[in-house]
């Protein structure tokens, strides 16, 4: 019976913050010192579970076609897990090549990839990319990010460079964490 009284004062003095809020506090932590001179270099570290509860929750519009995304984290590498509606990905591109018709209709999507952050620059290189379990050959999916995501997004595609946002130097996928440091 004390323990229940002391776990319902605890609730109480100290409510849970959700998943969702706790990115969102991050992020404006993250927007709020990069305004600094001098940012403090203090690491932040993003969970699986905040960062998939922050997309879930809408926090970060997804592209067209993409109904639903999923992350997972382990040393230098990303899965991710989407269902994608490719014809709303593709809406207004054609195509006649018979490659990209893997390319059409709702499919669960993975892909896994490599990632590395460091002197405000990112890189990642995807490393496969599987339809409902069928693993994309590499340059049917160079074709479609040729055709299909660069014209809207040149600077991705199956190996991407780009700057980091908010001042972060480095960033560091970990064990279902991310964790990132600003300078």
């Known amino acids: 019976m004390l323990f229940a009284v002391l776990l ?7 409510p849970a913050v959700s998943p969702k809020a706790s990115m969102e506090e991050k992020l404006a932590y993250l927007q709020k010192n990069s305004q ?3 940012p403090k270099p203090r690491p932040v570290q993003f969970t699986e579970q905040e960062i998939n ?3 879930a929750g809408g926090g970060l519009k997804l592209p067209a076609g ?6 997972e984290g382990s040393p230098g590498v990303i899965t991710t897990y989407a269902k994608v509606d490719f014809d709303g990905v593709r ?16 499919h669960d ?3 896994v990839a490599h990632g590395e952050a460091t002197h405000g620059q990112a890189s990642i290189h995807i490393d496969s990319v599987s339809l409902d379990g ?4 590499n340059f049917a999916l160079a074709l479609f990010a040729q055709k299909f995501i660069q014209p809207k997004h040149p600077e991705l595609g199956i190996d991407s460079r780009f700057a980091l946002p908010d001042r972060i130097d480095n960033a560091a996928v970990g064990a279902h964490v991310l964790t990132v440091q600003q300078k």
């Open 8 to 14: 319902l004062s605890y609730t109480a003095l100290f």
């Open 36 to 38: 600094q001179p001098r």
């Open 53 to 55: 509860a922050f997309i």
């Open 66 to 71: 993409v109904e639903s995304l999923r992350f």
């Open 91 to 106: 809406a207004g591109s054609r195509s006649m090549n018979p490659l990209l018709s893997i390319f059409s209709g709702l």
């Open 109 to 111: 999507v993975v892909a």
């Open 134 to 137: 069928v693993e994309v050959p």
